[in-house]
């Protein structure tokens, strides 16, 4: 079945630094590909998105590639804000129209510092 | 512009009571999800509905209903809380074709 494994945290960060959170998958076919974001107290928003092999989603400064031989959707900001200070989860859903569910990984927490 | 809407925000039960968790959307999405979410433990699909009139297990379905009422709504009912399901409860429903889906701003239950 589908899976997703990303990195653990928590992760600590001082503002302005580069910030690499690491997903990879396992799924059949050709799944789309996601990042959510979840601030402190609130429900999951989505990040950004890519739907086929080499494709780029980004979204305030976050970007992350499809990379279809790695099996890989990394999750990358050049310089991060107190702001950005959530937890961030890697998902993956299937391109088959049956597959109707989202697999999630557990989530990373990310802390910045001023 | 709404999205997904839960109500209540909070809600604290006493072992053994029962109490019904309300989702809508307003984005004309044919499958609607539940999930719940404790620390430590990511997500979890409890239930899921790919079209009105539909409802699937997901994960941990034991000790819930679901309602798909019409293509908008999808409740959760807790039958007998029981402390183990202390948790954050979420709604999401899903976009297609690439299947994203938007959540709603959780229901925080607490049971004693």
């Known amino acids: 079945g589908n899976s997703v494994t990303q990195m653990e945290g928590p992760v600590t960060l001082s503002e302005e630094a580069f910030l690499t959170i690491n997903c990879t998958y396992t799924a059949t076919g050709y799944p789309s590909l996601f990042w959510y974001v979840q601030y402190p107290g609130e429900g999951l928003q989505l990040l950004l998105k890519a739907t086929k092999a080499d494709d780029k989603g980004s979204n305030k400064g976050f970007e992350a590639t499809y990379r279809k031989e790695t099996t890989s959707f990394h999750l990358e900001k050049g310089s991060v804000q107190v702001s950005d200070s959530a937890v961030y989860f890697c998902?993956?859903?299937?391109?088959?129209?049956?597959?109707?569910?989202?697999?999630f990984g557990t989530g990373t927490r990310l802390t910045i510092i001023p | 512009n709404a999205g997904v809407t839960q109500t209540p925000k909070f809600q604290v039960l006493k072992t053994g009571q029962s109490m019904t968790l309300q989702c809508a959307q307003d984005m004309n999405h044919n499958s609607m999800y539940w999930y719940r979410q404790d620390p430590g433990m990511g997500l979890r699909l409890i239930y899921y509905s790919a079209s009105e009139g539909t409802t699937d297990k997901g994960e941990v379905p034991n000790g819930y209903n679901v309602s798909r009422l019409n293509k908008r709504e999808f409740s959760l009912r807790l039958e007998s809380a029981a402390p183990s399901q202390t948790s954050v409860y979420f709604c999401?429903?899903?976009?297609?074709?690439?299947?994203?889906?938007?959540f709603g701003p959780g229901t925080r239950l607490t049971v004693t």
């Open positions: 999401a429903s899903r976009s297609p074709p690439q299947g994203e889906q938007y």
């Open positions: 998902a993956l859903s299937g391109y088959n129209f049956g597959n109707e569910k989202l697999t």
